[in-house]
C-alpha cells in the first residue's frame, strides 16, 4: 500500500537555526512529492514539488528539500528559521503522471523559540 | 485568481442531522477534490471529480456521504445521518490537467464540523 512516513511528530528549533524535517515514502514507482504547510486555522499551502529532474528542489519562504530515491526520502530542509515559520508541515505523494490522489504524512508541528 | 472558497467555514450538528458543503475551485481547474483532516492527522483523500464525472472515491466515503459536481463547476459534499465520528475538517483542493497544467492542487480553507 502507498504510504508516507513522517517520523517526527513535533519538532522545536530556535530562531535562527537550520531546520530538517523528514520524509519517507513507500509507492510503487517514484512519485510525484510535495511539501504543505498549514497554519492554524487555514488551509494547506504548497511550499515546493517534485516532479523529476534535479533532485534538490527550491521552493517559497527560504525552503528547499533533497529528493534521495535509494533512502525514498524527500526531506524539507531550510538554513535559517523565522518565528512566522512555526506551522504544521505536511509531506505529500501523489502517483506521477496525474497526482490526482494525493497520500498524506500525519504532519510534523514545529515551534520556534525566540 | 480568487483561490480555493469554502463555505460554511464551521458547521456544528447534532448527531443524526443532515449537512451540506460547498466548494468553489479556482475557476480554470478541471479538477476538484476532497480531503477529511481529522486532529493530529494529514488529509485523507475521500473523492475526486474531473468536469461533472467523480472519478475515484475512497473506502473512507461511506453510503451516508455523497458529492456531486453538477456543472463541472462548484462542488457540494453531502453527509447524511451525521455521527460523532464524523467530525474533521473538511477540505476542498482542486488542479488543472489542462496542457502546461503542473498537477499542483490548491486547497481551501477547509470546512470544520462538529457532531455534538
Known amino acids: 500500500a502507498q504510504s508516507v512516513t513522517q517520523p517526527d511528530i513535533h519538532i522545536t528549533v530556535s530562531e535562527g537555526a537550520s531546520l530538517e524535517l523528514r520524509c519517507n515514502y513507500s509507492y510503487g514507482a517514484t512519485p510525484y512529492l510535495f511539501w504543505y504547510v498549514q497554519s492554524p486555522g487555514q488551509g494547506l499551502q504548497l511550499l515546493l514539488k517534485y516532479f523529476s529532474g534535479d533532485t534538490l528542489v527550491q521552493g517559497i519562504k527560504g525552503f528547499e528539500a533533497e529528493f534521495k530515491r535509494s533512502q525514498s526520502s524527500f526531506n524539507l530542509r531550510k538554513p535559517s528559521v523565522h518565528w512566522s515559520d512555526a506551522a504544521e508541515y505536511f509531506c505529500a505523494a501523489g502517483l506521477s503522471g496525474s497526482a490526482r490522489q494525493l497520500t498524506f504524512g500525519s504532519g510534523t508541528q514545529l515551534t520556534v523559540l525566540p | 485568481d480568487t483561490g480555493v472558497s469554502q463555505d460554511p467555514r464551521h458547521k456544528i450538528t447534532k448527531r443524526g442531522q443532515n449537512v451540506t458543503f460547498r466548494c468553489d475551485p479556482i475557476s480554470e481547474h478541471n479538477r476538484l477534490y476532497w480531503y477529511r483532516q481529522t486532529l493530529g492527522q494529514g488529509p485523507e483523500f475521500l473523492t475526486y471529480?474531473?468536469?461533472?464525472?467523480?472519478?475515484?472515491k475512497s473506502r473512507l466515503l461511506s453510503d451516508r456521504f455523497s458529492a456531486e459536481r453538477p456543472k463541472g463547476s462548484f462542488s457540494t459534499l453531502e453527509i447524511q445521518r451525521t455521527e460523532q465520528g464524523d467530525s474533521a475538517m473538511y477540505l476542498c483542493a482542486s488542479s488543472s490537467t489542462l496542457a502546461g497544467a503542473n498537477y499542483e492542487q490548491y486547497f481551501g480553507p477547509g470546512t470544520r464540523l462538529t457532531v455534538t
Open positions: 471529480f474531473q468536469n461533472e464525472a467523480q472519478l475515484e
